[in-house]
């Protein structure tokens, strides 16, 4: 012979894939909670976006070092800004 095994698995030695992909697809119970809403100061926002305009860093990266969701920080590049006036004199 030539040495081929034959399988003796039986239906109840496969593994559930459906219980197996429902259960993957749910978090854990611990990490259910949500992050507390944090407040920035205008400076801090100022800075944060000074590094995506004037630094060229992409939104993503500088959330990341700041440890900001980018949706917060790309909403605070894109908003509207007062422009800084300067008085020339006559």
Not at 20 to 34: L, N, Q, Y
């Amino acid at each position: 012979m030539c040495g081929s095994a034959r399988s003796t698995a039986t239906w109840s030695d496969l593994v559930d894939t459906f219980r197996k992909a429902d259960t993957m697809s749910r978090m854990p119970e611990s990490s259910k909670g949500r992050r507390p809403r944090r407040q920035f100061d205008e400076e801090f926002r100022n800075q944060a976006v000074r590094l995506v305009l004037d630094d060229h860093k992409t939104v993503g990266a500088v959330a990341r070092d700041l440890d900001l969701t980018p949706s917060a920080l790309r909403l605070w590049v894109t908003r509207p800004r007062p422009i800084a006036r300067t008085v020339v004199p006559a």
